[in-house]
């Protein structure tokens, strides 16, 4: 269907941008004083962010529709850099003063320039190009790997020795890294699951769109959003906690999802297997009786 693309990409910047709001808003905001802002700009930032090439692994393992998980995932990275920026100021632009130039800059910096520089080398080096295409999946997972690590390791110390007073008293570190927690994996969980029922049952899609639509909404580019996060002038570094927290949340929740995908269709062409073997069966029986 020609509507499929649009459709996915009004999941993508609709539905996690929104529920990052209010997952912000509902746990984040006012969970500290002065950091509570901070960590929620972290986290509108990751709804905000474009789908993750993760996803498109994801896509496979989980039976969706491949070719329109790449698709979608290309499609959102190209409209990152103006879609991004507007998003975030707007949701945020009341709590944190955060320069929409600024984040429209560190997008295009993060997301359109290895683009560009990648379908170059496909064009005037295509054999450099096919070279590095057997290392560039092992040296994107440990590049992200070492942001987020690098991120989390430089916050742990900020969140585990708090014990500040706000207005609701003393502030625990134990009840602020779990709402944290809690805000990240609550925001793919709901990105997914809604990406699943909007295309589903609004839109008609097949079982395989829905599953892709999920997950691309699900799985977001949270290295994007550390990045963002910390080219934020007056911006906390916590607030690149949330998007660090959210690269491992969401690649654990949509291979949990894909797994399950993957075993109901096993059980499903199982079933399928032993009813046309029944049916098989007693059409020859049927023969013998008629011979």
């Not at 879609?83 to 929409?100: E, I, N, Q, R």
């Not at 295509?126 to 989390?152: D, H, Q, W």
């Not at 709402?179 to 079982?207: D, N, Q, R």
């Not at 949330?242 to 399950?260: D, E, F, V």
């Amino acid at each position: 269907s020609y509507t499929i693309i649009p459709a996915g990409l009004a999941c993508q910047y609709g539905i996690m941008p929104l529920a990052s709001y209010l997952v912000g808003t509902a746990l984040l905001l006012n969970s500290h004083p002065t950091l509570g802002k901070h960590l929620f700009l972290g986290l509108a930032l990751v709804g905000c962010s474009p789908g993750g090439t993760a996803s498109n692994l994801v896509s496979l393992i989980a039976g969706a529709d491949v070719a329109l998980s790449v698709i979608l995932t290309t499609a959102s990275t190209i409209l990152a850099s103006l879609v991004t920026p507007l998003l975030a100021t707007t949701l945020v632009g009341s709590s944190v003063a955060v320069s929409g130039l600024a984040l429209c800059a560190a997008t295009t910096r993060v997301v359109l320039l290895p683009v560009i520089v990648g379908m170059a080398l496909n064009k005037y080096s295509p054999n450099l190009a096919k070279m590095l295409s057997r290392f560039t999946p092992f040296a994107s997972v440990l590049l992200v790997s070492l942001i987020c690590g690098g991120v989390v390791a430089q916050n742990a110390p900020a969140v585990l020795g708090i014990a500040s007073s706000g207005a609701g008293g003393a502030v625990s570190s134990k009840v602020l890294l779990t709402k944290i927690i809690t805000s990240v994996l609550l925001l793919h969980t709901l990105g997914f699951l809604v990406g699943y029922i909007a295309p589903k049952f609004g839109f008609k899609y097949t079982e395989k769109q829905s599953r892709t639509i999920s997950i691309e909404t699900g799985m977001q580019n949270s290295a994007l959003a550390v990045v963002l996060a910390r080219s934020i002038a007056n911006a906390d570094p916590i607030a690149s906690l949330p998007g660090a927290l959210s690269a491992t949340a969401h690649s654990c929740l949509g291979s949990i999802l894909a797994a399950y995908w993957r075993f109901t269709d096993g059980r499903r062409l199982k079933k399928e297997e032993e009813r046309g073997a029944e049916g098989e069966e007693v059409e020859g029986t049927g023969g013998s009786y008629e011979i």
